[in-house]
């Protein structure tokens, strides 16, 4: 499994070599911004990949510190899974992992899903269901008479009232497979890209609380990937994700990673530069600038950035939990990897 991870990396490497550099859009002096180099890829991907295979294999959140399991009913009565898992397991498979029966069996009996599962833990369902090779749409627990439609479960809640994150999460999800709508659904994936854009701001990002002094870049990344992936043909939506990838293209800080703002200071981390890194990778026309340069004062690249973060471990420093840093770092790689070679990571086959 290594050496073919090996193999993909050093092809995606190859294709960046082949692209070139992203073209400046200021006058920064291209020898003074660092990159990643290839190697410099090559050598975090594979600590982050092998510390996320070996948490998957544990059921365990990190292997330093205060840790619990990834999977528990006991730990998580509301979902059954620590925040952060179904990016764990699509980090996973987007660097090509073989879940094993074992594997699947934990992921779908962990799961606490009924008829009052909310919104957001039906998304992060089906999307990790589809990650470890199950189908949503027929997911039969051990034991169990009757199968599950989470596909079904999420088209039947209401997507009016919830946060732009929990519809971004929605849209990604539906986006993840051919799933059939039911015909009796509360709403369309067109209609819920219509929805986060009519809470775009107007300083062209989103906020969790809709208003406009809290817009960051994590909602921000989050509603732009979920737009790209609804495939809206519509105007409106199309400009919405040029208007969002250019207020994270703001956003960026010099160092090239991206951060929270808390009482106007900007704690950057590399959960959110990795978002940032997700949103970059939707679109042709903007991975280059995953590992290039777009405004005056920057010196470092987002993935450069991102990748400081990782620990000759694969552990990710800063973060609240392995699952949440490890997990979406290993996403963010697997996502340029996949978009470098023309593909989405969401695209789950």
Known sequence: ???????????SMTGLLLAGVAAPLSTVNA??????????????????YKYAKKMLVKNRTGFSGKTSYIFSKKAYPDSGA??????????????????????????????????KSTPANLANAIIAVRAVGLNPQKLRKTGAKTTLNLVSALYHR????????????????????????PSNAKFTKNGLSNLIVKNQ??????????????????TTAMAVTALARGKSTSSAVKS????????????????????????????????????AIIAFSTKQSTVKLVNGYFK???????????????????????????????????LANAAYRQALAHRSIYSIK
Request: glycine content about 8%.
């Open 240 to 275: 919405a994700i040029v208007k969002g990838q250019s207020f994270l293209k703001d956003a960026v800080r010099p160092n090239g990673a991206f951060g929270y703002t808390f009482k106007d200071k900007v704690y950057t981390n590399a959960n959110s530069t990795a978002e």
């Open 82 to 115: 620590a925040y952060g898992y179904s990016d764990l397991l699509l980090g996973l498979k987007g660097f090509g992992y073989k879940f094993t029966k074992t594997q699947q069996n934990r992921v779908k009996n962990s799961l606490i899903l009924n008829k």
């Open 201 to 218: 701001l107007g300083n062209h990002g989103w906020a969790y609380n809709n208003q406009a002094a809290s817009a960051d870049s994590d």
């Open 296 to 330: 005056s004062n920057q010196t470092t690249s987002p993935m450069r950035a991102m990748l400081s973060y990782v620990r000759s471990t694969g552990s990710i420093k800063g973060a609240t939990t392995q699952t949440l840093g490890v997990g979406q770092v290993n």
């Open 1 to 11: 499994m290594m050496k073919r991870m090996n193999k993909l990396i050093t092809l």
């Open 158 to 181: 209401s997507m009016t009232k919830q946060t732009v994150n929990v519809q971004s999460q929605a849209l990604i999800a539906l986006s993840t497979g051919s799933y059939k709508r």
């Open 31 to 48: 020898a003074q911004i660092k990159t990643a180099s290839s190697a410099y890829q090559s050598s975090k991907a594979k600590a982050t």
